[in-house]
């Protein structure tokens, strides 16, 4: 079983959907989770951070942690197409190697005009 | 945030060859990382660069295939050794800036390597 799961898509939805995708884990002791977004042809982009559980907005994203299922997503509103890339779920331990990420194999999503 | 320059962008090299693969960070980093992403795939750890001392590699890699360098606090390069088809993929710097608390990983955009 790997560390962290993710349903690797590909994700198709219209223009102003809404996007849910979501990350499950197994290693409790993961304190740091992360959502990057990786353009084709380029190195992944830093989206959204959250320590411990809850939820975080910036815009049009909204990242939530639940700690108890060992669950995260990430909510895409009025979704655009310049939203379609790669999205990877990372995290990380609470100390030492809080600096190494471990991730998820990454959603394909593209959003139709 | 950090820029991270990573060169070749890509390359195509013959079997039994070497490539290596350089990485500058714009700014100060504690940490630097090198991954592997295989099509398809997610990314895959390879070490941590330590400046001035051998890498720390992770289970699966070893110094002989992929020997890293680390000069100084913001250049490393990785050299993929004795090539074989099985190391096509994407080669991934990142650096840990340490700014802030968060200790947040940038990432360069890349190196796709063909081995023919």
């Known amino acids: 079983q790997k560390e962290v799961e993710q349903d690797p898509g590909p994700l198709s939805v219209p223009e102003g959907a809404i996007v849910s995708l979501n990350c499950t884990y197994s290693?409790?002791?993961?304190?740091?989770f992360m959502w990057y977004r990786q353009y084709s042809r380029k190195g992944p982009e830093l989206l959204m951070y959250?320590?411990?559980?809850g939820n975080k907005e910036d815009g049009r994203f909204t990242a939530q942690v639940d700690k108890s299922s060992k669950y995260i997503s990430l909510f895409i509103r009025d979704s655009q197409p310049s939203d379609s890339a790669t999205y990877l779920c990372?995290?990380?331990?609470?100390?030492?190697?809080?600096?190494?990420?471990?991730f998820g194999s990454g959603t394909q999503l593209t959003v139709l005009p | 945030s950090a820029v991270i320059s990573q060169k070749p962008s890509r390359d195509i090299c013959q079997r039994g060859t070497s490539l290596t693969i350089q990485c500058q960070v714009d700014?100060?980093?504690?940490?630097m990382f090198w991954y592997r992403q295989q099509p398809g795939q997610s990314l895959t750890l390879i070490a941590t660069?330590?400046?001035?001392?051998?890498?720390?590699?992770e289970s699966g890699f070893v110094i002989d295939k992929f020997p890293i360098s680390r000069p100084n606090l913001t250049f490393s390069t990785l050299t993929v050794s004795n090539l074989s088809p099985e190391d096509s993929s994407i080669y991934l710097c990142s650096a840990v800036t340490g700014i802030d608390a968060k200790n947040i990983q940038y990432f360069g955009a890349g190196t796709r390597l063909s081995v023919l």
């Open positions: 700014s100060q980093v504690t940490m």
């Open positions: 290693n409790s002791a993961f304190q740091y």
């Open positions: 660069a330590n400046q001035g001392s051998e890498a720390t590699y």
């Open positions: 959250t320590y411990s559980s």
């Open positions: 990372a995290m990380s331990l609470s100390s030492g190697s809080a600096r190494q990420l471990t």
